[in-house]
């Protein structure tokens, strides 16, 4: 620690180590540049009688300004960094705005890329032949007309700065910060961010007329930077919903995925939800709204997901588990039978695990994410009770569900209790079952965990490859997940020599039997379930 001795107080300056990486991408027309940031950043921080803040930047960013102000331009940090180091937070990233033109930018910076419609600049910074950072430089510009409720039809660059910060969303992020600290506020964005405030730039109606985006945008700062929109805000993003419909899903998706992921998702959610954004974005989770349950249950099916959602945030759960948590429960409007008390929901997981399945491809999520999404929500009613369900039970849960989904499945389990305003996340009962699924974790739950192979199969019956190997080998499974110990590799080439003595159809008929008693102990245990706890 350092300390400053000025003639107005003393000063205390903290250096801060920020350890890990950040990945950040950049676009171009062409390709796509992945470039991997160190998050190494030293900070000072110094509180003068202004309350302003001055957070030391990192030198390769200090270099870029001064060799833009060396050449006689103008140069500021600007947008989001500037109101992360305004709030004491790392700032994932550095923009630059300035007075010079792409090709002057480019003269003064050779190793660059420059392949946009907008001005924006990549200066690469090289930090070691395997890490490259690409800092973009924007020209001051204004922006004209926005056809596709997205991006300008037009952009002029101009000489003002002010003008620059007249374009952008909201006031805390329309703000310039030069390398001496000098703010440039033409909004009164830093009062809004004292006040935790998001507010348009100038009319809102206009901004999110020019940006559809800017409607999940404010929604997702509020959720991220715990703010509240201010009302005229708020108001002109529930007039103006419906723009949504005309931005592509997958930027509506990473806005999403950003406020899943941030400690006030819950919060976003009901914001969505009270704006009118939620039935554009997730209909299905909309579709709970006012949706009472029964008498286990003391809140409507919306409220249950989002306090779902709230707590899988709150523990930190990754973001499948976030999302699952979230949808788990949304084939309950459309199977629910009866009401008041005695309501019930039989195979809403069933339902569900569809209706999330469908929303995910809509919102154009990667295959793999969906799949073990829907996995989370298909299963999450699983049935376990100390001294009920047997080893074989558990291995055949493990089979279904897939060892590597396991510990996400009980923490959607755990999230779903609290958002049902149980006081215990894991009770008893789920900590003897993460017991049982450890102990069963190495008995044979899949074909590739016999003891023996396809290759022995065509070797022992001298058969080429073919449907009848997997048929054998599903039906010797099924033998060995009721009885671990049958897994030996001399039992099991006796019982394929026997099984080969049976026709196609039979071998075909003994591993659907095997499936159909699987299903049926499904089924028997989630009936066990609906009768104790009314199922959800």
Not at 278 to 293: F, N, R
Request: hydrophobic share 35%.
């Amino acid at each position: 620690m350092w300390f400053l001795m000025t003639n107005i107080n003393i000063c205390a300056i903290f250096e801060i180590l920020l350890p890990g990486h950040l990945m950040v991408g950049y676009m171009t027309l062409n390709h796509v540049i992945l470039v991997r940031i160190q998050a190494r950043q030293l900070y000072f921080n110094a509180q003068y009688k202004t309350n302003k803040f001055f957070m030391k930047i990192p030198e390769h960013v200090k270099n870029i300004l001064s060799e833009l102000e060396k050449a006689g331009y103008e140069a500021y940090l600007v947008g989001g960094c500037v109101r992360d180091l305004l709030m004491n937070r790392a700032p994932f990233d550095w923009d630059i705005t300035t007075n010079a033109k792409p090709e002057e930018i480019q003269k003064i910076f050779t190793d660059s890329v420059y392949e946009n419609d907008f001005g924006t600049v990549g200066i690469k910074v090289r930090h070691s032949e395997s890490e490259t950072e690409i800092v973009e430089v924007t020209p001051y510009r204004k922006e004209e007309s926005y056809s596709d409720k997205r991006h300008p039809d037009k952009v002029t660059f101009t000489s003002k700065v002010e003008d620059d910060l007249a374009r952008r969303d909201f006031t805390i992020n329309a703000l310039a910060q030069d390398s001496k600290g000098k703010i440039i506020d033409p909004f009164d964005g830093q009062n809004d961010i004292k006040n935790k405030v998001i507010r348009a730039v100038g009319g809102p109606e206009k901004r999110f007329n020019e940006d559809a985006l800017r409607l999940m945008r404010a929604v997702r700062f509020s959720a991220q930077l715990d703010f509240e929109i201010e009302p005229k805000t708020k108001e002109a993003i529930k007039s103006k919903a419906n723009l949504l419909k005309m931005i592509a899903h997958e930027r509506i998706r990473d806005e999403l995925i950003k406020m899943i992921e941030s400690d006030n998702a819950e919060k976003g959610i009901i914001l969505m939800q009270d704006l009118g954004l939620l039935k554009i974005v997730l209909p299905e989770v909309e579709e709970g709204v006012g949706v009472a349950q029964n008498k286990h249950h003391i809140y409507t099916v919306f409220e249950h997901s989002v306090k779902s959602l709230g707590f899988a945030a709150r523990y930190k759960f990754n973001t499948f588990v976030r999302v699952a948590s979230l949808l788990h429960d949304i084939g309950k409007p459309r199977t629910k039978v009866g009401s008041g008390g005695e309501a019930s929901f039989h195979n809403h997981e069933y339902i569900g695990s569809k209706m999330a399945a469908r929303a995910l491809e809509r919102l154009k999520f990667p295959k793999d994410f969906i799949e073990k999404v829907y996995t989370l929500v298909r299963y999450h009613m699983f049935y376990y009770n100390v001294g009920e369900v047997t080893e074989r039970s558990v291995r055949r849960l493990v089979k279904k569900v897939g060892p590597e989904n396991m510990a996400e499945l009980l923490e959607v389990r755990q999230a779903e209790r609290k958002g049902s305003g149980v006081p215990k996340a894991e009770p008893y009962k789920l900590r003897h079952l993460k017991y049982m699924i450890e102990k069963v974790s190495q008995d044979p739950l899949t074909v590739g965990m016999l003891k023996i192979t396809g290759h022995d199969v065509m070797q022992t019956l001298k058969i080429e490859p073919g449907p009848k190997v997997g048929y054998i080998l599903n039906a010797l499974l099924e033998e060995v997940l009721d009885n671990p110990e049958l897994n030996n590799q001399q039992y099991l080439l006796k019982r394929t020599e026997e099984l080969n003595q049976l026709g196609d159809k039979d071998l075909i008929e003994l591993a659907q039997a095997g499936k159909e008693k699987l299903e049926g102990e499904n089924e028997k245990e989630d009936e066990g379930m609906k009768g104790k706890y009314y199922v959800k």
